[in-house]
């Protein structure tokens, strides 16, 4: 089946140097489209798929896949970032200056004082891991408290709200209803970080990106569009975990 599709795609005005695939996801119910961080292009199809309907939602969202496979491909290398005192980590759009504290004295990593202090490891990478690590425990605390109300406001009940590394992905809605963002979120505004939050929780209630998807989010953040593009402008500066050795 997965052949049929791959030729209704082709067959569509795709530019010739887009790398794209089609991958078969049986428990799928819609098609789903995800932009690589490099550029490509994945549509995730149902086992049932019809190959001409495929083609169809492909063919009307090819104006908007456009400008996003640009803008990955022409976005700035990632953030590295040096563990050295002084180096600015933002949390939730306030910028804190890392100190390093003997690991004695300071057993995890904390905010203290305006200073987000990191007990001293001994390689950057188990020192990027625990910073990363502390994003995650923060916005996990932080999200399941505004969670609610915004669920509320669109009128779903999503299961578990946590936040993890979604590789390429800013968030994801499980089958479960489970909603998750990724860890590095948090370094933005609040504002942003809902505006994901609120993205993820509309798919509770409309799958895909169409219209219909696109009213669900302005009538739950009715300055949606100005959020996406304070989004667009910030989120190729967001810290990764990337650190030099």
């Known amino acids: 089946m997965s052949t049929s599709v791959e030729q209704a795609i082709a067959a569509l005005p795709v530019p010739g ?16 489209i995800e932009v690589t961080p490099d550029g490509g292009v994945l549509f995730a199809v149902p086992a049932d798929a019809d190959p ?3 083609a169809g939602a492909v063919r009307s969202r090819l104006p908007r896949l456009a400008r996003e496979v640009r803008s990955r491909r022409e976005r700035p290398a990632e953030p590295v970032k040096e563990l050295v005192g002084g180096t600015g980590f933002a949390y939730l759009g306030r ?5 390093l504290v003997p690991a004695d004295d300071v057993r995890r990593v904390r ?14 990478g188990e020192g990027a891991r625990r910073i990363v ?25 999503p299961g578990v709200v946590g936040v993890g590394d979604l590789g390429g992905r800013w968030g994801a809605r499980g089958r479960d209803s489970s909603i998750h963002v990724h860890w590095a979120l948090m370094q933005l505004p609040p504002s942003l970080v809902e505006l994901v939050l609120v993205h993820e929780l509309c798919h509770l209630r409309v799958a895909g990106h169409g219209s219909a998807f696109r009213r669900q989010v302005r009538l739950a953040l009715p300055d949606a569009d100005a ?16 650190v030099r050795a």
């Open 52 to 54: 001409a309907a495929v």
């Open 133 to 157: 690590e502390w994003y995650t425990a923060c916005g996990s605390r932080w999200l399941s408290a505004r969670a609610p109300s915004l669920a509320s406001r669109i009128g779903v009940t």
């Open 17 to 32: 140097d887009w790398l794209w695939e089609v991958v078969v996801r049986p428990r799928r119910r819609t098609l789903g």
């Open 95 to 99: 910028r804190h200056r890392l100190r």
């Open 111 to 124: 905010l203290y004082r305006g200073w987000l202090e990191l007990p001293s490891p001994s390689t950057p």
């Open 227 to 242: 959020r996406e593009r304070r989004f667009a402008d910030a989120e190729p500066g967001v810290w990764r975990g990337g």
